[in-house]
């Protein structure tokens, strides 16, 4: 069972505008969640994180919003740049130390 | 500051074959997570390992192993290798003195098995 969904495999955006990619899960124990960009040939790079205690965390251009009773994070990137193309991937930490990823969100940013 | 770091890059290997796969972790953590991508998939977690020991599984056959050393490297094998353990390895460093949840990956071993 798939624990972590990313539903959209692609989106595109023009540069400057709002990149909003989401990420449903159904586990509620679930205490942390992160969110990583990769680009080809490269591992993951970690990106932001939130607490589940938390409903929104900033930085930069990056601001990530949990939404705990509909069990959705949502990462947006604002303004988007074309240098953010690449996979985005939600994670989420449960206290078993166990690290569950969603199966990615290829984003697009048009110049 | 040397980051997460593995080696080799790519591998190929033949069925029935064991392969050892090699990951030094970032500076100050003392964690490390192992995990395999196939194509168009996110990473699957194999196991963590902390204080030389496995802390967590997932799931994955007894077939995947692993070890960590006193200087917090770590190594994955996987023996009798099959046509589907063909991925990416990925191995991601945690922890350390101002211990967080946040994963630092390595650029992965690209594992081929024919």
């Known amino acids: 069972d798939q624990q972590v969904k990313q539903n959209s495999p692609s989106l595109s955006v023009q540069e400057g505008r709002i990149s909003i990619l989401n990420c449903d899960y159904t586990n509620s124990m679930f205490d942390y969640f992160l969110w990583y960009k990769k680009y080809p040939a490269e591992g993951p790079t970690f990106l932001i994180s939130i607490s589940s205690i938390k409903d929104k965390n900033e930085d930069g251009r990056f601001t990530v919003f949990l939404n705990k009773s509909a069990k959705h994070l949502s990462l947006h990137i604002v303004p988007s740049q074309p240098g953010d193309s690449a996979v985005y991937f939600c994670a989420a930490h449960s206290g078993t130390y166990k690290y569950i990823f969603g199966t990615g969100t290829r984003l697009k940013v048009l110049a | 500051d040397a980051g997460v770091t593995q080696s080799p890059t790519h591998l190929i290997k033949t069925r029935g074959q064991q392969v050892t796969l090699r990951c030094s972790p970032k500076?100050?953590?003392?964690?490390v997570s192992w995990y395999q991508q196939a194509l168009g998939q996110g990473p699957q977690f194999i196991f963590q390992y902390y204080e030389e020991e496995e802390r967590q599984r997932g799931n994955f056959p007894d077939r995947f192993s692993g070890h960590q050393f006193p200087n917090y490297s770590s190594e994955l094998n996987v023996n009798a290798l099959l046509l589907g353990d063909s991925a990416l390895y990925l191995c991601?460093?945690?922890?350390?003195?101002?211990?967080?949840?946040?994963?630092?990956f390595g650029p992965g071993t690209r594992l081929t098995v024919t």
């Open positions: 991601a460093s945690s922890g350390g003195l101002y211990e967080s949840y946040e994963q630092y």
């Open positions: 500076s100050g953590h003392d964690t």
